[in-house]
């Protein structure tokens, strides 16, 4: 039912239709339940997984009409849940290259209402999540936010005044009243105070997310390349260096992912066109040891086995395994969502030349529940988490989740 279409160093351990909904996005596994936010469905499901062989889907929790929360974060019991719109259900985006390739406020029409911010959600009891509060952020939503539990959050957020999402901190000292005390953004995303738009025509400078470890962020912003800030001063971040390889590459940065004890960045640029229309991007390795001076040094083998830009859909990366406290963590094994080909281990041992080690395809959704015309049906592995124990919990927009086992070499 569930047989890989390929696989190597990586098994099949159990499968989860998320309680009838199959749409997963973010996936977070916190002491023995994961919580999946949802592309389509508009919520995010709480699947109890304390025995991966056997997950069971306990609670799903519903957003406002036409609000989706597909990105979501774990902590010291409390679940924060971004909210913006559910664009792949509105009409102006059915042509999914409206979204990539343009900023939000040229391609967004509001056409329906939805919420907009983050709601945060007490977990103590994960099979009836509560909702403490609702930070409404007014704009066009939150794409992702980075917290490991304590008092900052750092959100990518549209706001009013600015031409697509930037990087906010937020301060989550009194859950209950969480406010934002900084923020940042590339020249020219702000529209007002007579800042001159700066984006290339058919590209989009917007903050997917930032990871934050040992007091620096790494922002990563679609076409506009990666940042490293000083959070000495989280209320006044500090830009330490801004790098950019969108053009003559794909562009599309999803995750800027550190490996700070040996002065790494790995960068996952994101697949945003179908058929590798735009080309194949790229997974790149950058030497930070003078953070002001990021230098690129190697790229992660591209899957090899078949064609996969004639596949359908999506082919290229989309995330990484972010190494979150409480998870699998290492500095030289990636693990890297690649859509139709599934998901990707690598050895980055030697960091000039990183190998792959093992993959898992899986098969086809076996329905379909991305309604846009001629939606591919095919896999789009979009993200992971990755356990003390190696266990992958692997989402797809349509084929629900697999729990995988990596074997190693």
């Known amino acids: 039912m569930h047989k890989a279409d390929s696989a190597s160093n990586i098994s099949f351990v159990a499968y989860s239709d ?21 592309m389509f469905s508009d919520g995010f499901s709480v699947i109890d997984v304390r025995d991966p062989r056997h997950p069971k889907a306990v609670a799903f929790v519903a957003m406002p009409p036409n609000t989706r929360s597909h990105h979501l974060q774990v902590a010291d019991n409390l679940l924060l ?68 539990g304590g008092r900052y959050a750092y959100v990518a957020a549209h706001m009013e005044g600015y031409t697509d999402h930037i990087m906010a901190v937020v301060d989550l000292a009194t859950p209950e009243r969480p406010e934002i005390v900084s923020k940042w953004w590339l020249s020219g995303q702000r529209n007002q105070g007579g800042e ?121 990366p989309h995330n990484l395994h972010e190494n979150r406290p409480g998870s699998f963590q290492s500095s030289e094994l990636i693990f890297a969502t690649y859509l139709n080909a599934g998901v990707r281990a690598y050895d980055l041992w030697d960091p000039f030349r990183p190998r792959e080690t093992a993959h898992y395809v899986p098969p086809a959704p076996e329905r379909m529940i991305d309604s846009r015309p001629n939606a591919p049906h095919v896999i789009q592995s979009g993200d992971l988490f990755v356990d003390r124990d190696g266990l992958i919990y692997l989402t797809d927009p349509n084929a629900g989740l697999y729990v995988l086992q990596y074997e190693g070499e």
């Open 196 to 316: 001159a738009p700066s984006v290339p025509k058919g590209r989009r400078h917007a903050a997917h997310h930032a990871i934050v470890e040992g007091g620096f962020a790494y922002g990563a912003w679609r076409d506009g390349g990666v940042t490293i800030h000083d959070l000495s001063n989280p209320l006044e971040p500090e830009l330490v260096s801004h790098v950019n390889w969108c053009p003559p590459f794909t562009g599309g940065t999803h995750t800027a992912l550190p490996l700070v004890d040996r002065h790494l960045l790995v960068v996952a640029d994101e697949a945003t066109t179908v058929d590798c229309a735009n080309g194949i991007p790229r997974i790149w390795v950058l030497d930070i040891r003078a953070p002001d001076k990021p230098v690129p040094i190697s790229t992660l083998p591209v899957p090899l086995g078949q064609d996969y830009c004639k596949k359908g859909g999506k082919f290229g």
């Open 18 to 38: 998320q309680g009838g909904r199959p749409d997963g996005v973010q996936v977070i596994v916190h002491e023995g339940f994961a919580y999946v936010g949802h």
């Open 81 to 148: 849940a971004i909210n913006g719109p559910s664009i792949w259900t509105l009409a102006q985006f059915q042509d999914q290259s409206k979204y990539f390739a343009r900023t939000l406020t040229d391609s967004m029409d509001r056409e329906l209402s939805f919420a907009a911010g983050i709601r945060i959600y007490d977990v103590k009891n994960p099979s009836q999540p509560r909702e403490i509060t609702f930070m409404a952020i007014p704009g066009l939503g939150v794409n992702r936010i980075w917290w490991v």
